[in-house]
């Protein structure tokens, strides 16, 4: 079931070896970056060129009412899957919590947030229940709260680096992942954590900076053509949102975690980790760890070097785009091409996780029914099934490839777009740009090296 | 002696970044003739 459900059943049929895409698909980015080096001579991303809906949709979807509806929704599901977890059967595949978080919230909300934006801010129970208490909290305080305390700059984006590791290790390291109760008191520590760093910093300045899925749905919302500016909802270009990201201290961080996660779970599939795993296992049960803690050690040391490796591969690009001169800054340079990440770990993540999005969220039909899994039928779906005949394991590879190869298409014309604006000779700029399709052409064939290992 | 026997099990994943390994040669020799083209 689990295999099928990753996508990962036997590709016989393939008309030429797996590895030949990995070379098909560099020759398509340096196509690309051929054709964007002649074809895309002035920068084009740099302006959004936002401008307003008609003004009464704008205002519906922006208005008081359904603000508050949506960060309703998003309290009452919060509440759910805490209560489904503690209250309900402890089964991963019959509760609610494990399915909601892991596929729903998780890997759903990013296609969601790339069509139609910054979705996840409108349903984010812990801002929703934040900005609820505080005006509460006005009627007995008649007027002003006390302000809260200014961000501090040097923080940055590091709470939502460690937020989002954290919630990887959860997924991929601890081996009570998929137990329900885990899952509930996860969320309560994080909601705990969440509402005092709120209270000291502020809603907006935690949900915009420290908020670990606040900034990380945020980031895949840049790509959307649809932007909230000023209280109006409008459109703007394509992928523009994201040369507008203000980068930060720990903002490489959180692009590391976001494609080594991702890296590291398609590694721990392929046969040299599982090798590599039981050493690891041993060495710490030699310690004096138990079986499931030294397993648990030894997974989160191949977390840790996924998120060093991606890491590492980004600063090694930034490197070499610094040794083509320009008088930039190590930082700098990586801070001005971190948000060309964004469309990478997007491709990661669809191609890694298309199909678990595909089949398992077809299981909210019957968890809707049944969210304790205690044999409650609430809306008469609860014999549901999952149709795993919908695509075949063939078309998953191509959609993979196709996902892998158009993410990294997207951050080369991100990379080659700001490179425009930066340098002033444009063959430094191209020059620069030779080492970030390096980079890009090592993702990709990473991605579908590890992509081939599920079938390995 | 044991990894040429083996071969089959790396010789592909080796496969997979070839283009790396060939981009990154190609993109090491251009640095150095502009190198030496902005010293001449």
């Not at chain 2, 099990?9 to 083209?37: D, G, K, N, S």
């Amino acid at each position: 079931m689990i295999l099928i459900a990753h996508g990962i059943a036997s590709r016989a049929d393939l008309p030429i070896p797996e590895w030949l895409f990995a070379w098909a698909a560099a020759m398509v980015l340096i196509v690309s970056f051929i054709g964007l080096a002649v074809l895309w001579p002035q920068p084009k991303l740099q302006d959004g060129g936002w401008r307003p809906l008609p003004r009464a949709l704008g205002r519906v979807l922006t208005s008081r009412p359904v603000e508050i509806l949506c960060g309703a929704i998003g309290i009452a599901l919060l509440v759910l899957v805490v209560y489904a977890g503690l209250a309900g059967v402890q089964s991963s595949s019959a509760n609610f919590a494990p399915t909601f978080v892991y596929v729903v919230f998780w890997l759903g909300l990013v296609p969601l947030s790339v069509l139609f934006g910054d979705v996840f801010r409108a349903f984010n129970p812990w801002r929703a229940l934040a900005r609820g208490i505080a005006w509460l909290a006005k009627i007995p305080a008649r007027g002003e709260l006390p302000k809260p305390l200014p961000y501090p700059e040097r923080l940055g984006y590091w709470p939502a680096a460690v937020g989002l590791i954290c919630f990887a290790a959860l997924e991929l390291v601890a081996t009570g992942r998929s137990k329900p109760e885990n899952i509930a008191i996860a969320t309560l520590v994080y909601s705990a954590a969440t509402f005092v760093a709120m209270a000291l910093y502020g809603v907006e300045a935690w949900c915009r900076r420290g908020e670990a899925f606040s900034v990380y749905f945020n980031l895949f919302s840049r790509m959307s053509v649809f932007e909230r500016r000023d209280g109006a909802l409008g459109l703007r270009k394509p992928l523009s949102g994201l040369p507008a990201f203000e980068p930060g201290p720990g903002i490489v961080a959180v692009l590391a975690v976001m494609i080594g996660a991702v890296t590291f779970d398609g590694a721990a599939e392929a046969p040299i980790w599982s090798r590599a795993a039981v050493d690891i296992a041993d060495f710490f049960g030699d310690l004096g760890l138990s079986p499931a803690h030294a397993l648990e050690a030894a997974f989160a040391i191949g977390l840790a070097l996924g998120v060093l490796l991606v890491a590492g591969l980004y600063w090694l690009g930034t490197l070499g785009a610094r040794s083509v001169g320009g008088g930039f800054g190590a930082r700098e340079l990586r801070w001005s091409f971190v948000h060309t990440l964004v469309p990478i770990a997007l491709a990661y993540v669809a191609a890694h996780y298309f199909t678990l999005l595909l089949f398992q969220s077809q299981a909210l039909a019957f968890l809707a029914s049944d969210p304790l899994g205690d044999g409650s039928d609430l809306f008469g779906t609860a014999d549901r099934g999952i149709d795993y005949t919908l695509i075949g394991s063939t078309a998953t590879w191509y959609w993979q490839v196709a996902f892998v190869v158009g993410g990294h298409v997207m951050g080369l014309m991100l990379a080659h777009d700001r490179a425009l604006v930066m340098y002033e000779r444009p063959r430094q700029a191209v020059l620069s740009q030779c080492w970030m399709l390096l980079v890009m052409v090592l993702f990709t064939c990473l991605a579908l090296w590890l992509l081939s290992q599920a079938n390995a | 002696m044991i990894y040429v026997a083996h071969a089959g099990h790396w010789i592909t994943t080796v496969a997979y970044f070839l283009p790396v390994i060939a981009f990154l040669a190609w993109l090491a020799v251009a640095q150095v003739r502009e190198r030496r083209r902005n010293r001449g």
